[in-house]
């Protein structure tokens, strides 16, 4: 789909250069895929939740007691 776009071009060329991209198109591409990863990445993680560490847990204990 043919896109118009005022994109910057020192942070497009410094984009390009960065990751070795040949063309304008490719480093867009790469950039958006990326972006679209890391999001999905963050929505993963804060599905997730949080927990909390315990700190007198004895991991090598805990270890010993599954394996063993």
């Known amino acids: 789909m043919p896109t118009n776009l005022a994109v910057d071009d020192k942070l497009l060329n410094r984009a390009k250069r960065v990751g070795g991209f040949r063309t304008k198109k490719e480093t ?3 950039a958006l895929e990326e972006f ?3 999001r999905g990445q963050r ?3 804060r599905s ?3 927990f909390d560490f ?3 847990w ?3 204990l805990d270890r010993g007691r599954r394996h063993g």
């Open 28 to 30: 867009v591409t790469v």
């Open 36 to 38: 679209i990863a890391r």
């Open 43 to 45: 929505n993963i993680l």
């Open 48 to 50: 997730l939740g949080t």
């Open 54 to 56: 315990r700190k007198d």
């Open 58 to 60: 004895d991991y090598k």
